[in-house]
């Protein structure tokens, strides 16, 4: 079995381990959850922790001296605070697991970084390229010929179309829709509930229909 530690003690990072559970149940990669990190979890998040029967290790530093074989998920959905914190753990050496729960579709010719998580319900048809540390959360979907760099957060129920190219950091909030062979620039976020019909420039927020 593999140690796996989970950065992020709030909900993106439990809900993460219940993906990691779940691939473990359903007979892929042996993990075995060692517990949380986290530099600032809050009372109630310390409890909730509590509840699911893994412990709250200590800061994000506690990766540094971690056993060896020790890997790490980063349990973070603001692509831009989980950039700086893989930027931490890198420094530690710790690799980068990849969670693909059993109820989402990982289709042919697809590639993904080391750090992917994908919910349950998500769906990528196929050849698509994904980065280090991307986000697909419940029942988000991602066409054909599509990249998605790192960082990349897709929020549950948002449509990226086919052809899309999403760069690092971005952000797709939920139920969103990007209409195929549109750029999403770096570091912008679009808003819940938007679509995207022309390219969105670096580091704007965009939202409603059509976008602005
Ligand atoms: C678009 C977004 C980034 C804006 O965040 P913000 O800058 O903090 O915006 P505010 O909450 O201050 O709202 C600013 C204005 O935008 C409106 N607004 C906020 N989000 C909106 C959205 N998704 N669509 C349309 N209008 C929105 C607000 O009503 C407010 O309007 P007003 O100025 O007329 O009162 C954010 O609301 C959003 O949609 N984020 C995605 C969240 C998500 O996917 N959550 C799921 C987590 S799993």
Known sequence: MTPLVIVGCGGHGRETLTIARAVVAAGGPRWQLAGFVDDRPSEENLKRVQRLDVPYLGGVAWLRDAPPET????????????????????????????????????????????????????????????????????????????????????????????????????????????????????DSTVGAGACVVRDVPDRVVVKGVPAR
């Open 71 to 186: 890997h790490h998920v980063i349990g973070i959905g603001d692509p831009r605070v989980r950039r700086s914190v893989a930027a931490r753990v890198d420094a530690y050496g710790v690799p980068a697991a990849s969670l693909v729960h059993p109820d989402a579709t990982i289709g042919p010719d697809n590639r993904y970084g080391p750090g992917f998580v994908a919910f349950a319900g998500a769906r990528v048809t196929m050849n698509v390229a994904i980065g280090r540390h991307v986000h697909l959360n419940q029942n988000a979907t991602v066409g054909h010929d599509s990249s998605l760099a790192d960082f990349v957060s897709v929020n549950p129920l948002a449509a990226v179309s086919g052809d899309c190219h999403c760069a690092e950091g971005v952000l797709i909030g939920t139920t969103a829709a990007v209409l195929q062979g549109l750029r999403v620039g770096r």
